[in-house]
């Protein structure tokens, strides 16, 4: 099993950036992708960013040029630089991570607030 706990969100005003992590409670040897996904009130999960063993990275094309996804295997964290932030990035962002078995485990989010 693996655990996963972001932080970093907040109240930020739009223009503005956060640093999203994602740690993991063991070693992530065994997981082949990463991602982050949000869900907005009233909507439904949507995803952000992925990362993946071969160090590929994709965006949603709401997010591409502004947020960076990124690994730090010595921490077992992932990351996510969400820069130039625009009032609909208001959500509850939360951290998935897919075992090479294809198990996936997902964390319990942290909230994200861009003001206008």
């Known amino acids: 099993q693996v655990q996963l706990v972001e932080s970093g969100g907040g109240l930020v005003q739009a223009g503005g950036s956060l640093r999203l992590s994602c740690a993991a409670s063991?070693?992530?040897?065994?997981?082949?992708?990463f991602g982050w996904y949000r869900q907005a009130p009233g909507k439904q999960r949507e995803l952000v960013a992925t990362?993946?063993?071969?160090?590929?990275?994709s965006y949603a094309d709401s997010v591409k040029g502004r947020f960076t996804i990124s690994r730090d295997n010595a921490k077992n964290t992932v990351y996510l630089q969400m820069n130039s932030l625009k009032p609909e990035d208001t959500a509850r962002y939360y951290c998935?991570?897919?075992?090479?078995?294809?198990?996936?485990?997902w964390g319990k989010g942290t909230l994200v607030t861009v003001s206008s």
């Open positions: 990362f993946s063993s071969g160090r590929t990275s």
């Open positions: 063991r070693g992530t040897f065994s997981i082949n992708a």
């Open positions: 998935n991570a897919q075992q090479v078995d294809g198990i996936i485990y």
